[in-house]
């Protein structure tokens, strides 16, 4: 007997990052593919000993159902410290602690979105925002997108054109799938749209802290006077994936609606786990750690691109990151990174095709590589198998259209 299932569950699939991440669960494989952070930079050692004290001490409280808001301790770190860095102007009932970055996403589109209602994202856009979001049955309209962030006049017509854009998601630094980082003056630019429009923007942030080259990017919500701009941030990428402790940053009344909606998800984030990233923060220096990360992968982006400019045949072009942990391929029209994938992974090599990464006008030709994972011998080693691919395939073309050719009638 078939089960009846709703009917968003046509539309949905499963991540294709998640599933290739399963492949690369073998120690065997080189993997660009997920957006890793280094393992051997977590504070395993502080953290063993931070957690024996906090349940001597108040095993009771961190073992306990907490508020939906989240520990008032850590909300109040996280205000200070994006004041500090982003030049924001939050207190820490502008903070709703989340279960990752993804549950943000989820809450968001349960805030904003009904169905048929439309949303504009960069080209190419981050798949996890991409999933969450469709759940909610969204219309895409997908934004050209170059080096300095989206073209600025797509945006303009958009908005005049469509009635029911709820929000404009972005991520403006160091961009996940291209590794793009947005002018100021784009930034700017985009805050001043959603004002005269009134629609919010959704500044997901989670790579901005790991800035390699260059001043660190600032927040367009330290641009916005009128609230419009909701940030997501995390502890993700600049402290333990594992520990899922995430943010929402937006004004009171909007944080109190994106409250009643966790309470109905999981009535709030891991105690343990709150309380624990709030000890390691009082008594360590993220911001050595983050200067620690920051140089690792730089080493790594920097070998990544001496990499592809050696091994990467003509018509290969990528970006060059000036941060956060990936970089961006595209390649001749006639390769296709998903057959290119399955032929990679028999050489112990696995990447992201990039068309995942569009909502809707895909692009076969392109594909997201990861440097923060894998050491530097392994990604000199793994890009050259990847360059031999490539080549292998656009040879094989060239072959096939020169026998095509010679088959025509003279």
Request: net charge neutral; proline share 6%; aromatic share 8%.
């Amino acid at each position: 007997m078939e089960t009846r299932l709703a009917a968003r569950m046509q539309v949905l699939k499963a991540s294709d990052i998640r599933e290739i991440l399963k492949i690369t669960q073998n120690r065997d494989i080189i993997s660009f593919a997920g957006g890793l952070p280094a393992p051997e930079l977590f504070p395993t050692e502080s953290l063993a000993d931070l957690a024996a004290v906090l349940l001597r001490q108040k095993g009771t409280i961190a073992l306990q159902y907490s508020p939906s808001e989240g520990y008032p301790p850590l909300r109040e770190k996280i205000a200070k410290r994006m004041n500090k860095v982003w030049k924001t102007s939050l207190a820490p009932e502008d903070i709703l602690i989340t279960t990752g970055s993804q549950q943000g996403l989820d809450l968001t589109g349960k805030l904003f979105l009904d169905e048929g209602d439309a949303i504009l994202c960069e080209s190419p856009s981050y798949l996890g925002a991409i999933m969450s979001f469709n759940a909610f049955g969204p219309r895409w309209i997908e934004i050209p997108t170059d080096n300095d962030g989206m073209e600025m006049d797509a945006v303009e017509r958009a908005l005049e054109r469509e009635a029911r854009v709820k929000f404009i998601y972005t991520i403006p630094s160091f961009q996940n799938p291209s590794g793009r980082t947005w002018s100021m003056q784009r930034r700017r630019e985009l805050v001043q749209l959603a004002t005269r429009f009134n629609v919010p923007i959704i500044e997901d942030n989670p790579y901005g802290e790991l800035c390699f080259d260059g001043e660190t990017p600032g927040m367009m919500q330290a641009m916005d006077n009128e609230g419009l701009v909701i940030s997501l941030g995390t502890f993700s990428k600049t402290f333990c994936p594992g520990l899922r402790i995430a943010w929402i940053a937006a004004k009171r009344e909007i944080i109190s609606k994106y409250v009643i909606l966790k309470q109905g998800a999981d009535l709030h984030s891991s105690t343990f786990d709150q309380m624990l990233t709030d000890a390691y923060l009082e008594t360590h220096d993220l911001e050595q750690d983050l200067m620690n990360k920051r140089a690792v992968y730089k080493q790594r982006r920097d070998a990544m691109v001496r990499a592809l400019e050696r091994e990467m045949p003509p018509g290969v072009s990528f970006t060059r990151p000036r941060g956060g942990l990936f970089l961006w391929v595209e390649m001749p029209e006639e390769i296709d990174a998903r057959e290119l994938l399955q032929r990679c992974l028999d050489r112990g090599v696995a990447f992201v095709p990039g068309a995942t990464f569009f909502p809707s006008n895909e692009k076969p030709n392109t594909m997201r590589l990861n440097y923060s994972n894998m050491p530097e011998e392994r990604i000199e080693e793994g890009v050259r198998r990847l360059g031999a691919e490539i080549r292998s395939i656009m040879s094989e073309t060239t072959r096939k259209a020169s026998v095509r050719r010679s088959a025509l009638p003279v």
